[in-house]
């Protein structure tokens, strides 16, 4: 081993970096980001149901504050969470 292969390994031993290839690294990173956004889109897809719920538990005097009859109130609270 020459000398400049002996400093380059000290140094990433002394970082903390491994010698892994850099590829693995952007596997790592793309993979949470793609967790990240499915949970997101979880998280937005639970809100939506409690909304959806809230919606139903509302009285008549409620909805009619907001300008939705029950009839309206009923068929938005009983949609599928993913619709």
């Not at 693995?24 to 956004?37: A, H, M, N, P």
């Not at 009285?59 to 938005?76: M, Y």
Request: proline letters at 2%.
């Amino acid at each position: 081993m020459n000398t400049i292969a002996t400093i380059r390994h000290s140094r990433a031993e002394l970082s903390g970096q491994s010698t892994r290839p850099s590829g693995q690294r952007g596997f790592v990173s793309r993979l949470v980001r793609v967790v990240r956004s499915l949970a997101r889109w979880i998280d937005h897809l639970l809100d939506r149901r409690r909304s959806r719920l809230v919606l139903l538990e509302m009285t008549d005097d409620q909805l009619k504050d907001i300008g939705v009859s029950r009839c309206d109130a009923h068929r938005e609270g009983i949609r599928p969470f993913w619709d």
